[in-house]
């Protein structure tokens, strides 16, 4: 078992930065693969980056990539999500999540979720 807590969102103006960081529970942590995904009103919830268990495989949506940054501290038990350039369209509620394999496929199955943090960009 392992819980989610997610901290950082709130809202900032169109191309302004957010560190996003979800604090999980657990000794088993540093062996979980982690991702962020979001939803946005009305939409169903999408991935935006994962990282695998060691930091040393990521994958990012494409709308996000080279404006956001997945990273983790196995010894804090945390994972990060570095917005920049934020936009708009980035406005939703998002959520961190582990998953037990470890290797932080996008399509994986993951079994924990944290209860969300909402980004709002306005423009």
């Known amino acids: 078992q392992v819980q989610l807590v997610e901290s950082g969102g709130g809202l900032v103006q169109a191309g302004a930065s957010l560190r996003l960081s979800c604090a999980a529970s657990?000794?088993?942590?540093?062996?979980?693969?982690m991702g962020w995904f979001c939803q946005a009103p009305g939409k169903e919830r999408e991935f935006v980056a994962t990282i695998s268990w060691t930091g040393g495989s990521t994958y990012y949506a494409d709308s996000v990539k080279g404006r956001f940054t997945i990273s983790r501290d196995n010894a804090k038990n945390t994972v990060y999500l570095q917005m920049n350039s934020l936009k708009p369209e980035d406005t939703a509620v998002y959520y961190c999540?582990?998953?037990?394999?470890?290797?932080?496929?996008?399509?994986?199955?993951?079994?924990?979720w944290g209860q969300g943090t909402q980004v709002t960009v306005s423009s």
């Open positions: 657990g000794r088993t942590f540093s062996s979980y693969a």
């Open positions: 999540a582990a998953e037990t394999t470890g290797w932080g496929f996008p399509n994986a199955r993951y079994d924990y």
